[in-house]
Structures are given as C-alpha cells and as structure tokens.
C-alpha cells in the first residue's frame, strides 16, 4: 500500500525535476577533453576547469574553461597567469547577471583580466613572459581570447574550419608592426656580423618575436596583453576545438591537424596532433595540444566524422552574424551554422573597455574598470581622456580607471617615453 501511494505521489516532483533538468541540459553539450605534450624547455603549461559556477552554489550555472600558457625566458609568468588569470576575469564580471548579460560581459571582463594579471605581474617578475590562448565554454557559446602566437581552432559538425585566435606574430601581423612602431619601438631582424638579417622580424630593444603576451616587462611596454577576443555560438550539433602552442602549427596546417585525428576521442586526438608534429619536425619547441569535443548531449561517444564533402576544411572567414541572425528568421537557419557573437582585436583600452556595452549602468562607478579598486568620486581618469578621436565622446564619460592603471595604459599607447632619451614630442598634448 505504502509502495503504491508513494507510487502515487512521487512523481509529479520527480517528473517537474526531469522537466527543469532536460529543459537546461538541453542547452548544455557534453565536453570531451584531452591534452598531449612534448617538452623541451618546459615552459608550456595549461588550465583545465570544468566545473566553475557562474552563480556560486548554483550548479546548473556552470561553464569550463581551458588555458594554454606557452612561456619564454622562464616559466614565472606562465604559472602566475595560470594561477591568477581566471580569478580576475571572473572579478571584472558585474554580480547578479542573467547568463546572457553575463556572456556579453565576458570580452569585456577578459581584457580587463588580462591587463590586471599582466600589470600584477609586473612587482614579480621582468624578464619572462608568455602567449595565452583561454577558452571559456557556457554551452554552447564558446569564447576565446589570446594573445601571443599559440592558436585556437574550431571545427564545427559538417567540417568547416573557423579561427578563433589572432596571430601576434611580429611576421605575419602588420597592423601590430605599425602599432609597434607608432609606440616607440622599433620592429626589424636579427643582425649578424656582416650586416646580414636573419631569423624573424623581432620587437627591439628585447628581441621578443611577439606582439603581445603577459609578462616581458624587460621589452617595452608596446608589447601589450590585450587579448583579440571572439565569441561564437555553435549550433546544437556541436563541434571539436582545437588548442595549440606553436610547436603544433610550426609543423602541420589546420586541415592536417583536424584530419589526422578524425574519428578518435579527445585524449588519443590530441596524441594524434602531438606525435604528427613531432614526426613533421621533431621536437623543436615545446609541443602542447587540448582537444575539445562539444558533443550534444545524446552523443555520448565522440563525433564520428560525417562523410568529408567537397569543399571541406574550408576556412571560413565569414561568419553570421549576430544582427541578421536566426531569431529573426529561424526557418532559413542552417543546422549547421556558427554563429559569430563578437570580435574585437583592438589594441586600445579606450576601444576595449567601453562603447556600446549593454551592461554600462549595472557597474559602479567608482571601480576601476581594469584592476577593480574602489575610487573615490573624482580620482578615476576617463578611459578616453587624452583620446584623439573625434567620436561623441567626453573626458567625464566612464569607465574609469585608477591612476596605477592609467599609467599602464599610456605606457602601452607609447604615451611614457622614458625608456629611451628621444625628448617629449607630443609636448602639446
Ligand atoms: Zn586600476
């Protein structure tokens, strides 16, 4: 009897429980991960946290997150951003967000964290810096920003190839070069005996190859760590993320790297990759991969490719975009389509920090946007004081940023000349 009344009244909770749980693992993939590595220098290091909370105690708000740290001149400050680098991204996101205002904070919140870890480190360590490439995954809206050359590609469930790093290679990024040069450093290559050039264009004074990464005080302050951060929202099929230090792409293309693991879980994939790299140029560089597999949620095994179509591995450049996107007309969406959230590789705090972000009036004002101290009213400076654009913008418009910050951030616009002996041109300003 007692078996059949419990029978009885069970399940209305247990079937609104089930209800509640499948209406949010609906929109909750499974994630798959593996990592491989070969060291040489033992200076790459990587993140794995799969359980954050975006609400704390709450657990049906979780994202993960995976970091590649590829460090030079030591490993100080791969391990202090690995250590570090989350916690003050989480820091700069406002409480109390719904998780979509919460995921339009994040590019926001990862510039921000990675200008505070980069400046934090500055009391600790000089002489060594290091690329990130740090993924942030809430279902299946995935976020990457990085600086620095280590690479994040994404393929998504019919075989197309999206990046979702920039290249901050002095080599390959123009735009940097001429930032570079505009801050006061000069961009050039190695001289030998002779007055021959060999090797790479490099950043002098330091000689660093990259453009930005965390650390490398001892280079200039041009080299910057404001990461290019782009957001993406992968359809309810899924896709397999790809994270790599040099060493890996040094060696094989992006359709090298995604074929020559095709049909294997994340673990032996990621193998895969590493022992490919190895074979194509022996082991050279410190040599890391982190296979991600975003799988919907009744595919409990790992994707099996489709059949490869013609015209596959085609990098797509182009993404739709957010503005003429499915909710307005859902019956054209493709099952099958990344749909691009945001993308911004700016290098200006007065460009990262601000415009057009929807969360403006939920920050306090008196909080520095960067390291997030409490300013007293009046302390903080404009992010876009001393801006020379002519955008509708006023000195007394926010964010703010303390006055530590602010130092940082002419430093890293080429606004403190100290460094070098050339005298003070833009005495006008
Ligand atoms: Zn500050």
């Known amino acids: 009897m007692a078996t059949r009344h419990e029978h009885h009244m069970v399940p209305l909770s247990v079937l609104l429980k089930r209800e509640v749980s499948t209406e949010r693992t609906i929109e909750k993939p499974d994630l798959l991960h593996g990592q491989a590595s070969q060291s040489k220098k033992g200076e790459d290091f990587t993140l794995f946290k799969t359980e954050c909370q975006r609400i704390p105690g709450d657990g049906n708000s979780t994202f993960s997150v995976f970091g590649l740290f590829d460090g030079h001149n030591g490993s100080t400050a791969a391990i202090y951003t690995k250590e570090n680098l989350l916690n003050n991204i989480v820091g700069a996101i406002p409480a109390d967000l719904s998780r979509d205002e919460w995921l339009a904070a994040l590019p926001r919140a990862l510039v921000a964290g990675f200008v505070k870890t980069d400046k934090d480190l500055q009391d600790k360590a000089r002489t060594s810096g290091t690329t990130v490439t740090f993924v942030i995954i ?16 994404l393929e998504s469930s019919e075989g197309t190839i999206y990046s979702l790093s920039a290249d901050h290679r002095l080599e390959c990024n123009e735009e940097e070069r001429d930032r570079i040069t505009a ?3 000069e961009v050039g290559r190695l001289n030998i005996v002779g007055g021959a050039q060999i090797g790479p264009l490099r950043c002098w004074p330091g000689g660093l190859c990259l453009s930005r990464s965390i650390g490398d005080m001892d280079v200039g302050e041009f080299i910057v760590p404001v990461p290019y951060v782009k957001q993406v929202k992968l359809s309810s099929a899924g896709g397999r993320l790809i994270i790599s230090s040099d060493g890996v792409w040094d060696a094989l293309s992006s359709e090298t790297v995604l074929n020559c693991c095709r049909g294997m879980p994340a ?20 040599t890391t ?21 013609h015209g596959k591995g085609v990098f797509k ?3 739709k975009k957010k503005s003429s996107s499915s909710s307005s007309h859902p019956e054209y969406t493709p099952p099958d389509l990344v749909e691009e959230m945001f993308e911004e590789g700016s290098a200006m705090l007065a460009e990262r920090l601000d415009t057009e972000y929807p969360l403006c009036n939920m920050f306090k004002l008196f909080v520095c946007a ?4 409490d300013m007293k009213p009046k302390e903080g400076t404009s992010v876009h004081s001393g801006s020379s654009n002519l955008r509708k913008l006023h000195s007394w418009d926010g964010p703010f940023l303390c006055s530590s910050c602010q130092a940082k951030k002419e430093a890293m616009e080429g606004k403190n000349q100290s460094r070098d002996d050339r005298s003070n041109s833009r005495g006008s300003d």
């Open 267 to 286: 673990d032996a994939a990621a193998e895969q990759i590493v022992k490919e790299a190895l074979h194509s140029k022996g082991l050279r560089d410190d």
């Open 370 to 373: 960067v390291c997030q101290v």
């Open 183 to 185: 801050s006061g450093g």
């Open 289 to 309: 991969c982190i296979v991600v597999d975003i799988l919907p949620i009744e595919k409990l095994t790992p994707s099996l490719p489709p059949p490869r179509k």
């Open 317 to 319: 450049a182009m993404f």
């Open 138 to 153: 809430d279902g299946y809206v995935v976020t990457v920003a990085s600086v620095g050359d280590s690479r994040c590609i």
